[in-house]
């Protein structure tokens, strides 16, 4: 299970509230009133200002915070059920029709030619009813180089015959080559990695970004584009370092992408959760018919581990752009965390219906299968993913904790060997390292110090500058007790994110209480993980639905540790609770061997038998040799 962000839409959802627009010949439009973009008219011969213009005259009509427009997603399925392609042209031909379906009510269009070495441009709103002209205007460019300037003052122009108050246009009118780029080449192959993104996913758009970004090093919605894609496909380090770069060209971002912009450096690059859930909330205050901000705030809810207000945002979010593939994946994903499972099984149900899927709502399936039993299901979302980058490994290394979590640590080794294959063959090596630490920490719990150690060794040689990667191998190097090498690494995981609240207060907590542990401090160990409690709910790696709620079972250990038997019992038993989070991750199948631990402990010997019983029983067909499973035996076997 993922969290999803978006970029904030080029073309985005209906009007904010409360403002009267008046137009010519006494047409008032209100709040309800909703404006489509119509494709551009091209006859200048050149095919590089196909597509582009209408998504750069969206750029600049989306300055204006009274004015938003219907969201590419919307027009797509549109068209669709009109019997067109989701990327066809909105010709005049047919775009009172899709008017129609997204509840249009005015739709703009425009026009550009060449004259000489001049390119002329226009622009015209009318009325979706009547095909009234309701405004226009005319600007032109005296070369090539100029396009995207003339368009932005033409654009500027038709707010004003809108009606718009001058004030506002003063204030929120960046030229539209700032707000974009002066290049039509990178502007094609920008608007080229949006509607990839769209249709296809990130790993299929961020080579067309990227050479936008190549073309015009300046372009700052490239590199945050780039910064949403490279996070979606859990390529969190490259994802920090564009949004650092957007972050830094400040004038060059319009008032909208700017707020855009400003969370997802927060959110991304310097890892602040506090500050990114408040400018999320200011840019909801502003603009609260934008679902991005919703639905990106229901992500940042996702590190906290608050699942109900993920859940909130993200069906806002959803009820704004019921077109929006990642507000069904957050909603699904909340739902699963809440263990409201019918509902997931709906929001999903939902999505597959309008054609939206990805490889993260595959995920939750495969989630929604495991926690229902269902071992056809899971195998359908298997046979799925075969072939599919960014989704095979994702599946693969699901099925891996599925393995691991009944004790098949052999089968689980492979699953996770194979996972890390097939993220390196799809070029995403971050992946590819998560996957080989998640598997080397599985290897730490259940005892495997040789294979642990072998596999955090492996997880800094395939990508040793991600931060996620470096935080799992820490821990694993804690966990077998490799203090020589755990420390320095902690050393600088906080030197070098001094304002990332997950690993400032939760992932640098919980590995120095695991040290703690083995140094048989267990009063010292509870002191660390206390600072953890508020994060310890939450998705602490990336953008993927993982964390095992570690925090948890290192408290549990740490009462066990301190002879505390109730107390440990409390913390084995949250795991045991809190299925929709825990999933089929490993602490999941370790907290029946804990809660049996501390019920001994107690003095509950029969409780204890059952709780060891009730291990073994999931374990039945484990492999002979796991450490932990040894332990459990002999440990049993004195409760005799």
């Known amino acids: 299970m993922r969290a999803k962000l978006a970029v904030a839409g080029l073309l985005l959802a209906l009007a904010a509230g409360g403002t009267w627009w008046f137009l010519p010949r006494g047409t008032k439009l209100s709040d309800t009133d909703i404006l489509l ?47 067109r392609s989701s990327d066809a042209p909105v010709t005049q031909e047919v775009v009172r029709a899709i008017c129609q379906s997204v509840g249009a009510t005015v739709f703009v269009t425009g026009s550009i030619a060449k004259d000489g070495t001049e390119y002329p441009l226009r622009l015209q709103a009318f009325r979706c009813e009547t095909g009234d002209v309701i405004a226009s205007a005319r600007s032109a ?74 073309l015009d090093p300046k372009f700052a919605l490239a590199y945050s584009n780039l910064a949403v894609g490279y996070y979606n496909l859990n390529q969190n380090a490259l994802a920090s370092d564009r949004i650092r770069q957007a972050f830094e060209m400040a004038d060059r971002q319009t008032v909208r992408d700017r707020l855009h912009i400003t969370t997802l450096y927060y959110d991304l690059g310097t890892g602040d959760v506090k500050k990114a859930i408040e400018s999320y909330k200011e840019w909801v205050r502003l603009y609260p018919r934008d679902d ?119 089968k689980a080794r492979e699953l996770s060997r194979r996972a890390v294959e097939s993220a390196q ?27 642990a150690r072998r596999g955090a060794e492996k997880v800094l040689e395939i990508a040793p500058k991600s931060r996620d990667a470096q935080i799992l191998a820490t821990l694993v190097f804690a966990w077998i007790g490799d203090a020589r090498r755990a420390q320095p690494m902690m050393d600088d995981l906080a030197a070098a994110h001094v304002s990332n609240t997950i690993i400032q207060s939760a992932w640098l907590p919980t590995i120095r209480a695991q040290s703690e542990l083995l140094a048989q401090r267990p009063a010292r160990a509870l002191e660390f993980l206390e600072v953890v409690r508020p994060y310890e709910r939450g998705q602490l790696v990336g953008n993927l639905s993982y964390s095992c709620v570690i925090p948890v079972y290192l408290r549990g250990e740490a009462y066990l540790s301190a002879r505390q038997g109730p107390q440990a019992l409390a913390e084995f038993q949250k795991l045991i609770e809190d299925r929709g989070v825990v999933g089929n991750c490993w602490s999941g199948a370790l907290a029946l061997l804990g809660r049996g631990r501390a019920q001994a402990l107690a003095g509950s010997k029969d409780a204890a038998r059952a709780s060891y019983q009730q291990f073994f029983a999931l374990w039945k067909d484990a492999d002979a040799g796991v450490p932990i499973l040894k332990t459990a035996r002999a440990e049993f076997a004195k409760l005799k």
């Open 425 to 451: 063959n799809a070029q995403l090596p971050e992946p590819a390292a998560i996957w080989q630490g998640i598997a080397a920490l599985r290897e730490a719990a259940y005892g495997n110090v040789d294979e």
């Open 37 to 83: 973009l119509a494709e551009f008219a091209n006859t200048t011969g050149d095919p590089i200002f196909n597509s582009s213009l209408r998504e750069a005259l969206a750029v600049s009509l989306a300055q204006s915070p009274l004015l938003n427009l219907v969201s590419e997603e919307k027009v797509s399925e549109a068209l669709s059920s009109h019997g």
């Open 141 to 214: 460019a005296a070369g090539k180089g100029q396009v995207v300037h003339a368009l932005g003052a033409a654009a500027t122009e038709l707010r004003g015959k809108l009606g718009e108050d001058p004030a506002s246009l003063q204030k929120f009118d960046l030229p539209l080559e700032r707000a974009t780029t002066s290049s039509p080449e990178a502007l094609k192959w920008f608007c080229d990695g949006r509607r990839l993104a769209r249709e296809k996913g990130a790993i299929e758009a961020v080579p067309a970004l990227q050479k936008a970004a190549e």
């Open 292 to 410: 991005i901000a919703k639905g990106n705030l229901s992500s940042e809810y996702f590190l906290t581990g608050d699942y109900n207000q993920a859940a909130v945002f993200a069906q806002q979010a959803l009820r704004i752009d019921p077109g929006s593939a990642a507000w069904y994946e957050n909603l699904s994903t909340a739902y699963i965390a809440l263990m409201r499972l019918d509902d997931a099984q709906n929001i999903l149900n939902q999505a597959m219906a309008r054609k939206l899927e990805d490889s993260s709502m595959h995920s939750d399936l495969y989630s929604l299968a495991f926690l229902r039993g269902d071992s056809a299901g899971m195998e359908r979302e298997m046979a799925w993913s075969v072939g599919k980058p960014g989704g095979e490994d994702d599946m693969l290394g699901l099925q891996a904790d599925t393995e691991a979590y009944v004790g098949h640590v052999q």
